[in-house]
């Protein structure tokens, strides 16, 4: 899960998109042993990588994969096209937002996000808080 992803990034829509990896990498992925903060994507003649998306290497694997490689992404050629259309535009980037398991392969889950300024974070932050307080004040009001 990227955490920072949302507060850093308006996510406007989302693709899933396969990845293509080694098998020691998907037993660490399984224990929860990747970092996706730093991660970004990018098409490249017609193919999505995803670059910067760390993998501690697995305890009883062959050492010598790159735990900071580039790895593919898999997507229909539409959506290849979708996301091309999108990252032509200024400000706006391919943000993975969460690695998760479906029938027992691993799916990355894509956004394509716009920049936040600072002023913006905090609004978001502000308003957060007002509607926690709301649902605070409706808890309090039943009981």
């Known amino acids: 899960m990227n955490r920072r992803a949302r ?3 308006a996510i406007g829509e989302t693709f899933e998109c396969g990845i293509m ?7 660490s992925i399984r ?3 990747v970092v996706l903060r730093d991660a970004y994507a990018r098409v490249e003649n017609g193919e999505v990588w995803l670059y910067a998306m760390h993998v501690t290497p697995y305890a ?11 790895r593919k992404l898999l997507l229909h050629r539409k959506e ?14 391919l943000v993975p937002l969460r690695l998760y398991f479906k029938d027992r392969r691993v799916k990355v889950e894509l956004g394509v996000g ?10 978001s932050l502000a308003e957060r808080d007002a509607k926690r307080e709301a649902e605070r004040a409706l808890k309090s009001a039943r009981h």
């Not at 990896?21 to 037993?27: M, Q």
């Not at 716009?114 to 609004?123: F, L």
């Open 7 to 9: 507060h850093d990034f």
């Open 21 to 27: 990896l080694a098998g020691g990498e998907v037993k």
């Open 31 to 33: 224990d929860g042993k």
């Open 60 to 70: 009883f694997s062959r050492p010598d994969l790159d735990p900071d490689r580039r």
């Open 80 to 93: 290849i096209v979708d996301l091309t259309r999108a990252t032509e535009q200024q400000g706006v980037a």
């Open 114 to 123: 716009r920049g936040k300024k600072t002023y913006d974070k905090r609004q």
